[in-house]
């Protein structure tokens, strides 16, 4: 019943900015955490952000002072602003969801590419 669907990917050049969006859609009673997390080919899959319920947000080193999460309740919607990208962040990203009396979903994620 609970689904979510990330948007917003694409190809960007380096020093460029994309801004994705996750919606959670179904029995959602309650959001508590929201996060990013990428997979780039042969490597594991990495937290990029966190963002709790009440704000309070995590980063990656690699994303500290680059990416900003947010969150808006009312929609049931997270947003990761991604500026000054570089090549090295060309990953599919995911959006995970820890939802109260529900458990933790993905999204099917969305391929951000940044050229050189």
């Known amino acids: 019943q609970v689904q979510l669907v990330e948007s917003g990917g694409g190809l960007v050049q380096a020093g460029g900015s994309l801004r994705l969006s996750c919606v959670v859609s179904?029995?959602?009673?309650?959001?508590?955490?929201m996060g990013w997390y990428r997979q780039a080919p042969g490597k594991q899959r990495e937290s990029v952000a966190t963002i709790g319920s009440g704000g309070t947000t995590a980063y990656a080193d690699s994303a500290k002072g680059r990416f900003t999460i947010s969150r808006d309740n009312a929609k049931n919607t997270a947003y990761l602003q991604m500026n000054s990208l570089k090549p090295e962040d060309t990953a599919v990203y995911y959006c995970n969801a820890l939802i109260t009396y529900a458990g933790t979903y993905w999204g099917q994620g969305t391929q951000v590419t940044v050229s050189s």
């Open positions: 179904g029995n959602a009673f309650s959001i508590r955490t």
